[in-house]
């Protein structure tokens, strides 16, 4: 009797599944002191909306003692019904991700180091240097002496993670500084 080589792998198959089955099967009472606990058993659980595109998947958050420890798919979600592409699997990453900043990071121009600055810094410098171009480069009327009152020197885009009310709101402020560069990125 000659062994096939279709033969000698089901063997090995068989065998290899016996071998990691014998000491479950033989040695122990149950099943059950193998099985570890869930990690996500006393967790806070929370919906969410995935934010890297457009489609606005659901998923579900588990915390424990303020840290992130879980996020799948949501079953529930009419969209992604539970299922989630690979940047959405990987949104975990986002929060417990070393390389994450977590303070406001400030190069002056001509500098080739980044220093921290605090967040209230960051949005009044934000804040003056908006205000800044904006009056520098306001517009009141065109060429033909109609009323205007915008700016050229500023535009505006929204991000597919951004929800309707969001893109209401910044749309509300963008015309209320006059900008008429206002862009989205499902557009482009």
């Not at 869930?38 to 457009?54: E, H, W």
């Not at 529930?76 to 929060?95: E, M, R, T």
Request: proline share 4%; aromatic share 6%.
């Amino acid at each position: 009797m000659s062994i096939t080589r279709r033969s000698f792998l089901k063997g090995l198959g068989g065998g290899l599944a016996s071998a990691g089955l014998a000491e479950a099967i033989w040695q122990s009472p149950s099943w059950a002191y193998q099985v570890p606990a869930a990690k996500i058993k006393d967790a806070t659980v929370t919906t969410s909306i995935c934010p890297y595109c457009g489609v606005g998947c659901g998923l579900i958050a588990h915390s424990s003692n303020g840290r992130l420890i879980n996020v799948e798919g949501d079953p529930d979600h009419p969209i992604n019904q539970g299922s989630l592409c690979s940047k959405g699997q990987a949104v975990f990453q986002i929060v417990n991700n070393d390389r994450r900043l977590k303070k406001v990071m400030y190069r002056a121009p001509g500098s080739d180091r980044w220093e921290e600055k605090p967040v209230d810094w960051a949005l009044q410098t934000l804040a003056q240097r908006i205000k800044a171009t904006r009056d520098a480069h306001f517009i009141e009327k065109s060429p033909e002496g109609v009323t205007v009152n915008r700016t050229e020197a500023i535009a505006s885009i929204g991000g597919a993670a951004l929800n309707n009310e969001e893109c209401y709101l910044i749309s509300k402020l963008m015309r209320a500084l006059g900008i008429v560069y206002l862009e989205h990125q499902a557009r482009l």
